[in-house]
């Protein structure tokens, strides 16, 4: 399963199979799901480890072992933070959840400020979760999807896989590729700066993503030695997972309405080699930065951009996220049917973000890749839909369970964060001589200033 698995996402990278003996997957057992969850995290780990051996070997002439523990991976999909003496805050809203609908069942995705007011202007306000759910029975799930989205909010009724396959998004998203991928022109070499043991030393990376897969994505450059910094609007907060997310990075903030910030931005965007950014489709385009134009300030940009929903068909400006897209795609129905339960049963972690996450840090090695060769950018598009599919027709995977974590899965030393002192799960994946390394602890948003060092 896990082969099957990486040979697709080699395919769609166009990567080049590891040697013969250069892959080990260590460990055995999976999180419990209808489908293979831990099959997927260990899949995408290898992928992300195989791009940095293939460019190892283009730099080098030596490719890299890559070995994989697919207990740990498992651990980092659901969070690789563990706080001494301090708390994560709770990942969702109060009125965040699942709700019974007339005809079924309705996903509501609460988190941010002003997707709840979103939502509170078709329900109105509700007091608690119980309040939310006697306004939800009196609507038909579509009505209320369709209602909500309209008012700028995000939700989801439930589907099973065979409808998502036929619904004009599903076919669709499930049409395009795994990951887009496009190079651009050829021109003077990029110089490579790295070394075996930091292979993206002196990378810069302008990270414009933030709810899950893209901070994953900057998050494991970042351990190869990129020089990651996060730009994230004013007010911004996603305080569940920013302790998570922004190991080895600098945070700032932009305004992009505001000129004197989007002066800033385009500075920082012509000295960057990479640009991550999770906008919706047409989102930067509104902002005036839409392909061609960042193409203009940075003609060498590698540029890897993700969204919810795929990238054509009527949803593909739609707000969304894992949890969300589980509930469209039909993998909460499956889970429901897989455990013979009453409500919607997701997957055990939001392995849709992370594996698209580590699936887009392939992408941007890979187009790294190219452009130390040829001197040419790259673009690459992925989607949380399009992971979906390649998850769900895996089907089941293994069924042993997982032995639980214990002291010696996290590394000794302390992690010196902006909320206090925490330790890491070992890291999951190994590439021979080079291990993953973060420079710097989790930081609060907007602790640095917009500015590469």
Request: charged share 25%; hydrophobic share 45%; with cysteine.
């Amino acid at each position: 399963m896990m082969s099957e698995l990486l040979s697709t996402i080699e395919a769609s990278l166009d990567l080049p199979p590891l040697p013969d003996g250069a892959l080990r997957i260590d460990g055995e057992g999976a999180l419990p799901s209808a489908f293979a969850v831990t099959e997927l995290a260990t899949a995408s780990l290898a992928a992300a480890g195989s791009a940095v051996s293939s460019l190892l070997r283009g730099r080098t002439g030596e490719p890299a072992e890559v070995r994989v523990d697919r207990r740990l991976a498992s651990f980092w999909f659901a969070g690789s933070i563990r706080p001494r003496g301090w708390s994560v805050p709770p990942a969702w809203d109060p009125l965040a959840g699942d709700y019974a609908t007339r005809d079924g069942w309705i996903r509501l995705h609460t988190n941010a400020p002003h997707h709840r007011a979103s939502a509170e202007r078709v329900l109105g306000r509700c007091a608690d979760a119980e309040a939310l759910a006697a306004r939800v029975a009196g609507w038909t799930k579509g009505d209320l999807e369709r209602a909500i989205v309209e008012a700028g909010g995000c939700a989801a009724e439930m589907r099973s896989w065979q409808a998502w396959k036929t619904y004009p998004q599903g076919r669709a998203v499930n049409a395009e590729p795994l990951v887009w991928r496009e190079s651009g022109e050829p021109a003077a070499g990029k110089a490579w700066t790295g070394s075996r043991e930091r292979p993206l030393a002196g990378i810069r990376v302008l990270d414009l993503t933030r709810v899950l897969a893209g901070p994953v994505a900057s998050r494991f450059l970042a351990g190869l030695g990129a020089e990651v910094l996060r730009i994230d609007p004013p007010g911004w907060d996603e305080a569940a997972l920013v302790p998570e997310v922004t190991l080895g990075k600098r945070c700032a903030r932009l305004d992009l309405h505001d000129r004197h910030d989007r002066a800033t931005f385009e500075r920082l965007l012509a000295d960057a080699d990479v640009m991550l950014h999770g906008y919706r489709a047409d989102a930067l385009e509104r902002l005036g930065y839409g392909a061609a134009q960042r193409r203009a300030l940075a003609p060498t940009l590698v540029d890897v951009s993700l969204n919810a929903y795929g990238w054509s068909g009527p949803w593909r400006n739609r707000r969304g996220f894992d949890s969300l897209v589980q509930m469209s795609c039909g993998v909460a129905e499956a889970g429901m049917r897989w455990r013979q339960a009453e409500r919607p049963l997701p997957l055990p972690v939001q392995a849709l973000d992370h594996a698209t996450g580590y699936l887009m840090a392939a992408a941007a090695i890979r187009a790294l890749s190219e452009a130390f060769e040829r001197g040419c950018g790259g673009s690459a598009r992925l989607s949380l839909a399009r992971t979906a599919r390649l998850l769900v027709e895996r089907g089941a995977g293994e069924s042993l369970p997982l032995r639980a974590e214990d002291a010696d899965d996290r590394e000794p030393a302390l992690e010196a964060s902006d909320w206090g002192p925490a330790q890491r799960l070992r890291a999951p994946l190994h590439i021979a001589g080079l291990p993953l390394r973060w420079s710097l602890p989790a930081r609060r948003l907007g602790s640095a200033a917009p500015a590469w060092s």
